[in-house]
Nanobody, 126 residues
Framework: QVQLVESGGGSVQSGGSLRLSCAAS????????VGWFRQAPGKEREGIVC????????YYIDSVKGRFTMSRDNAKNTVYLQMNSLRPEDAAVYYC???????????????????WGQGTQVTVST
């Protein structure tokens, strides 16, 4: 069964850090392009970073650049999102997703990704 499972979400104060994990099962993650997305209540799902299967990138959107770091551990079939200096506006449900659509820049569209995890909630308080 093809599956992505996110974990690591939680509640932190502004300025805090979290590390999200996205573990794949049923397929090999490193042959795909992987993106992290987030969706806040009442807002559209937003692509925030992606990495391609040849380790091109990661490509970050401006609002997270310098604060978030995406990485891969192919041996664990897992990708990570290290989030530092969290702000209240970062609060959302965070999702990882994979597809064969190339990750070539920070224009990361949810419609380009076909396999999704269930999401993990991140809450940031002031």
């Amino acid at each position: 069964q093809v599956q992505l499972v996110e974990s690591g979400g939680g509640s932190v104060q502004s300025g805090g850090s979290l590390r999200l994990s996205c573990a794949a099962s049923g397929f090999t993650l490193d042959v795909y392009h992987v993106g992290w997305f987030r969706q806040a209540p009442g807002k559209e799902r937003e692509g925030i970073v992606c990495i391609d299967n040849s380790d091109g990138g990661p490509y970050y959107i401006d609002s997270v650049k310098g604060r978030f770091t995406m990485s891969r551990d192919n041996a664990k079939n897992t990708v990570y999102l290290q989030m530092n200096s969290l702000r209240p506006e970062d609060a959302a449900v965070y999702y990882c997703a994979v597809d064969s659509w190339p990750c070539i820049d920070d224009d990361i569209r949810a419609s380009d990704y076909g396999t999704w995890g269930q999401g993990t909630q991140v809450t940031v308080s002031t």
